[in-house]
């Protein structure tokens, strides 16, 4: 069995870690707890969108902190893009699988952070789904 949590935000600030704490409507949905009879999370699904507000290039990344990983914390890229015009217009970033091995202790909390890294582009909006297995 498999079981699904998201959060979303926006990294406004070139390398600033920023936390996703929303899910869309909920504005505050509260800790990200691994639940019951998960041992494992298998797995996240990642979506970017970008402005582009100058003429550069990025990369970004997601971070997975928290008490519930026993591992300590993952950094994990999961886009890169540039514009060759300032006010380009937006560039997104389709979403993708991204299969992961990571232990966690259920009941424990998932934080998730976003950094936008290289040259500040304007903002990344991303949205992060952890996937839980057993």
Same mark, same amino acid.
């Given at each position: 069995?498999?079981?699904?949590?998201?959060?979303?935000?926006?990294?406004?600030?070139?390398?600033?870690?920023?936390? #996703?704490?929303? @899910? &869309?409507?909920?504005?505050?949905?509260?800790?990200? #707890?691994?639940?019951?009879?998960?041992?494992? %999370?298998? =797995? /996240? %699904? /990642? @979506?970017?969108?970008?402005?582009?507000?100058?003429?550069?290039?990025?990369? @970004? !990344? %997601?971070?997975?902190? &928290?008490?519930?990983?026993?591992? =300590?914390?993952?950094?994990?890229? +999961?886009?890169?893009?540039?514009?060759?015009?300032?006010? &380009?217009?937006?560039?997104?970033?389709?979403?993708? !699988? %991204?299969?992961?091995?990571?232990?966690?202790? +259920?009941?424990?909390? +998932?934080?998730?952070?976003?950094?936008?890294?290289?040259?500040?582009?304007?903002?990344?909006? !991303?949205?992060?789904?952890?996937? !839980? =297995?057993?």
């Amino acid at each position: 069995m498999k079981l699904y949590r998201t959060r979303e935000g926006e990294a406004t600030a070139v390398d600033t870690k920023t936390q #996703l704490t929303t @899910a &869309g409507s909920e504005t505050a949905p509260g800790p990200l #707890l691994v639940p019951a009879g998960s041992t494992k %999370i298998v =797995g /996240v %699904i /990642v @979506a970017a969108m970008q402005n582009m507000a100058v003429a550069t290039g990025y990369s @970004a !990344f %997601i971070r997975l902190e &928290g008490p519930a990983l026993q591992e =300590g914390p993952e950094s994990i890229a +999961v886009c890169a893009g540039g514009n060759a015009v300032a006010t &380009g217009g937006n560039n997104a970033t389709a979403a993708v !699988f %991204i299969p992961l091995e990571i232990p966690v202790t +259920v009941a424990n909390e +998932v934080l998730i952070y976003a950094e936008m890294c290289g040259t500040d582009v304007g903002q990344v909006n !991303f949205g992060v789904t952890i996937v !839980f =297995g057993g």
